[in-house]
């Protein structure tokens, strides 16, 4: 059965920095595309950034864009997102979402997404 986990949340100040990763149990998770999302109480669900099977392709939210950077790291099955210069507004649950191919335009959008980790909070701090 695949499952994936997020992990490395916790809180932290503003202008600080944090990694959170998204692990596969059940699967090789260069085989899938990963999306990461986040939902700050009260509001919707939100991509932040992804990055597709096979070419990598990696795309970010202006929201987000030159502060965090998403990559593999193969040999831990993992998908990171590095996160700096951190703002209150990037408080929330952050989400790890999987499926096996999507294209750029729609890899922000929860909808495509077939697999969901548990999520992560992610307390940024003023």
């Known amino acids: 059965q695949v499952q994936f986990v997020e992990s490395g949340g916790g809180l932290v100040q503003t202008g600080g920095s944090l990694t959170v990763s998204c692990t596969a149990s059940?699967?090789?998770?260069?085989?899938?595309?990963v999306g990461w999302f986040r939902q700050a109480p009260g509001k919707e669900r939100e991509g932040v950034s992804c990055?597709?099977?096979?070419?990598?392709?990696?795309y970010y939210t202006n929201n987000v864009k030159g502060r965090f950077t998403i990559s593999r790291d193969k040999a831990k099955n993992t998908v990171d997102l590095q996160m700096n210069n951190l703002e209150v507004e990037d408080t929330g649950v952050y989400y790890c979402?999987?499926?096996?191919?999507?294209?750029?335009?729609?890899?922000?959008?929860?909808?495509?997404?077939?697999?969901w980790g548990p999520g992560i909070q992610v307390t940024v701090s003023s």
């Open positions: 979402a999987t499926v096996e191919r999507i294209s750029e335009d729609v890899c922000v959008i929860p909808g495509w997404y077939d697999y």
């Open positions: 059940g699967s090789t998770l260069a085989f899938w595309s």
């Open positions: 990055i597709s099977s096979g070419d990598g392709d990696i």
